[in-house]
């Protein structure tokens, strides 16, 4: 392959742009960066070379080089781990593969990046970062195992274009050449250098070296100092990091801020974390784990191609940072180590799918994470809530998908409610100890906001009677409550639902009466509605939930609720036919409308229309579209029209 020019995939560019001009706050983090990528070099090739040896060449003498050159300006970060082939660099250099993180680049210009750097940290700068400090960068690779002559020479000046050609390269490994810009020449001082390995990339487990010159006196072969000599200058090869896995130490030895520094490390997060545990587990499963709940979402907490976030290591060497069961999904947003005592080190990802060391891992980190929340909850209800705001609707998958820990999982979980303030939440338990006598039940309305949530004829019996609803404004919220179905005893019940058991016996009693005082009067009139509407509803009777309103909609205990229909045709998925109950309000006045012009003319045209939007509205009021917006308007605006021709009659 003789050189070539090639352009960077447009969201490559944006992304450099964005970390040359907004970037600016910690330039020091580029090393760190690129230690990292060292690093998870040496891994691979560490872990790949158990099933196939030809990849060390014979050097498994792990090392990441640090080579500054006053003279050319340069600074060289060299490591001996896995290398890239041209194509390799091709894609992991030249694209951004995940359809995440491009969409989230494409948004990300319109937002001021360089005042909320954490954005763009989000997903980690990586490579590109060697262009906050250097006008132009030279990476020269080569594969484990490939001949010298198949080695790969990329460069590029970060703006829009790079070069690709083969070269030949003695060692296996990667040399990124950073030629620093005028004014980062401080990148070459050794002691710049050395303070931000120290800082940065401690805990990194391979040796961070650099050959450091000093001037000492002459000495003799027998190493003593020859008086009146002079002086000669003297290389050493000195390791500028501990390498000491911040995992394995004690936890009394570790500060807050390598705590932190290992999770902005491992995170790419700007800002601290909420909570670090750090434990080690000993009895069936022996392994060390050091956790972090990180204090914000990020960008791809939702999406499918999003990176796990928990690595596995055996032994201190690294295994995978793609092990599917270590940590179940709805606790996705954990960041961290694990580092096993009993797996085997060639350990192989297909054995890591079934292995049962792994399931009692997962246990323990699962039971681990949720314990602390729930302490957490208990002992800092600020800190909780701010953490809930962030995580909370992927906690609550768990109701769903983990059978074995819905119990905790139910005590950890917040709702809006008809009492809290907006953005104010109150749990389970806080709501039955507040449940004034005579509620039997735990009501709660889903919906896709609390406003309209708030304005729901559903809510009218409830506010009456002083019972506390729930708002379930997630749309998880639906699935939750397809298994969170009792708490304490009490069943949760949805207001939108069946029959609710809110009265007391007397107050059931006249409400009967007055039902069947309604149906009397209106029997026919309700079998005329119900024929109306016949493809829209499956029934149509008097409520005993309004009392403001005129009419709503309610699903049978079974049936899709108007939440549930919204969000499967938000999923592009097939609805099923099902239709709800209409409930009319006995003593609304625009029943007595209906029942005078029934009673006049069952035949006449405008109350086959007030049938119909008697309908529209109860769709109007719980949020759902309407079928023929179009012609609603125009029966609404015809009934304008006929109440003005009457006024002009009087
Ligand atoms: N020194 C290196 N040796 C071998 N491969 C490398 C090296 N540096 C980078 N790469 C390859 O290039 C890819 C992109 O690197 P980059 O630093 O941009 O992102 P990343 O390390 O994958 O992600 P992040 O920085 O978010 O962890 C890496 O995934 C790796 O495959």
């Known amino acids: 392959m003789s050189k070539t020019?090639?352009?960077?995939?447009?969201?490559?560019?944006?992304?450099?742009?964005?970390?040359?001009?907004?970037?600016y706050s910690n330039r020091d983090i580029f090393l760190r960066e690129l230690i990292s990528n060292a690093s998870d070099a040496i891994d691979k090739v560490r872990f790949?070379?158990?099933?196939?040896?030809?990849?060390?060449?014979?050097?498994a003498d792990w090392?990441?080089?640090?080579?500054?050159?006053?003279?050319?300006?340069?600074?060289?970060?060299?490591?001996?781990?896995?290398?890239?082939?041209?194509?390799?660099?091709?894609?992991?250099?030249?694209t951004?593969?995940?359809?995440?993180?491009?969409?989230?680049?494409?948004?990300?210009?319109?937002?001021?990046?360089?005042?909320?750097?954490?954005?763009?940290?989000?997903?980690?700068?990586?490579?590109?970062?060697?262009?906050?400090?250097?006008?132009?960068?030279?990476?020269?690779?080569?594969?484990?195992?490939?001949?010298?002559?198949?080695?790969?020479?990329?460069?590029?000046?970060?703006?829009?274009s790079y070069t690709i050609e083969e070269c030949t390269k003695e060692g296996r490994g990667t040399d990124i050449v950073l030629h620093l810009k005028e004014e980062m020449k401080e990148y070459l001082d050794e002691w710049k250098i050395r303070a931000i390995v120290?800082?940065?990339?401690?805990?990194?487990?391979?040796?961070?070296?650099?050959?450091?010159?000093?001037?000492?006196?002459v000495t003799g072969a027998d190493g003593k100092v020859i008086e009146g000599a002079g002086t000669m200058e003297k290389t050493t090869t000195e390791t500028l990091n501990s390498m000491k896995a911040i995992w394995t130490r004690p936890k009394s030895e570790i500060s807050d801020e390598e705590y932190e520094e290992f999770y902005k490390h491992i995170s790419h997060d700007y800002d601290k974390p909420f909570k670090t545990i750090h434990y080690a587990a000993e009895g069936v499963s022996e392994f060390r784990a050091l956790l972090y709940l990180p204090a914000h979402k990020p960008f791809d907490l939702f999406m499918p191609d999003r990176k796990r976030g928990v690595n596995l290591y055996v032994r201190r060497v690294f295994i995978t940072d793609n092990c599917e069961h270590l940590i179940p999904d709805y606790l996705r947003f954990v960041k961290g180590v694990v580092d096993s005592s009993d797996l085997p080190l060639n350990v192989s990802r297909e054995i890591l799918q079934e292995d049962v060391q792994i399931k009692r891992i997962e246990k323990n980190l699962v039971g681990k994470i949720l314990s602390t929340l729930a302490e957490t909850k208990e002992k800092e209800p600020e800190g909780y809530l701010a953490f809930y705001k962030e995580f909370g609707p992927v906690l609550k998958e768990g109701i769903h998908f983990d059978h074995a820990n819905r119990d905790k999982l139910q005590e950890l979980v917040l709702f809006e409610s008809s009492r809290t303030d907006a953005g104010q939440f109150v749990s389970l338990k806080e709501y039955v100890a507040r449940m004034p006598e005579g509620q039997k039940e735990i009501y709660y309305i889903t919906g896709t906001a609390r406003e309209a949530l708030e304005q729901s004829p559903h809510l009218e019996i409830f506010r009456k009677k002083g019972y506390e609803v729930l708002f379930l404004t997630d749309p998880v919220d639906e699935w939750v409550?397809?298994?969170?179905?009792?708490?304490?005893?009490?069943?949760?019940?949805?207001?939108?639902?069946?029959?609710l058991e809110l009265d007391t016996e007397e107050e059931k009693k006249e409400k009967e009466a007055k039902k069947e005082e309604a149906v009397k009067q209106y029997k026919d009139l309700l079998g005329f509605i119900q024929e109306r509407l016949r493809e829209q509803v499956k029934e149509v009777r008097f409520s005993g939930r309004l009392t403001d309103s005129a009419c709503c909609l309610v699903a049978d205990d079974y049936g899709l609720n108007a939440n549930m229909e919204r969000i499967l045709k938000a999923m592009n998925q097939a609805v099923p036919e099902s239709k709800r109950i209409l409930e009319l309000n006995?003593?609304?006045?625009?029943?007595?409308?209906?029942?005078?012009?029934?009673?006049?003319?069952?035949?006449?045209?405008?109350?086959?229309?007030?049938?119909?939007?008697?309908?529209?509205?109860?769709l109007l009021t719980e949020g759902s579209p309407i079928k023929d917006p179009l012609r609603f308007t125009r029966l609404v605006a015809e009934l304008m029209v006929a109440e003005g021709k009457e006024l002009a009659g009087k």
């Open 586 to 618: 006995p003593e609304h006045p625009l029943l007595q409308v209906l029942g005078r012009l029934y009673e006049k003319d069952k035949e006449s045209a405008r109350l086959a229309d007030y049938c119909e939007l008697l309908y529209d509205q109860a």
């Open 63 to 94: 090392q990441i080089r640090l080579i500054p050159d006053k003279a050319a300006g340069t600074l060289t970060i060299r490591d001996n781990g896995i290398g890239m082939t041209a194509e390799e660099v091709e894609t992991n250099i030249g």
């Open 96 to 160: 951004i593969a995940h359809s995440g993180t491009r969409a989230f680049l494409r948004n990300i210009k319109e937002q001021n990046l360089a005042e909320h750097p954490e954005m763009i940290g989000q997903f980690g700068v990586g490579f590109y970062a060697s262009f906050m400090v250097a006008d132009r960068v030279t990476l020269i690779t080569r594969k484990g195992g490939d001949g010298t002559q198949n080695g790969c020479r990329w460069e590029s000046a970060g703006d829009g």
């Open 48 to 59: 790949e070379a158990h099933s196939n040896e030809a990849l060390l060449e014979g050097n």
């Open 481 to 499: 409550v397809q298994h969170l179905t009792e708490y304490d005893g009490k069943k949760l019940k949805g207001v939108d639902r069946g029959d």
């Open 198 to 217: 120290k800082k940065y990339s401690d805990y990194v487990q391979y040796p961070v070296v650099m050959d450091i010159t000093r001037e000492e006196p």
């Open 5 to 23: 020019t090639k352009q960077f995939q447009t969201e490559v560019q944006q992304l450099l742009d964005l970390v040359i001009h907004s970037l």
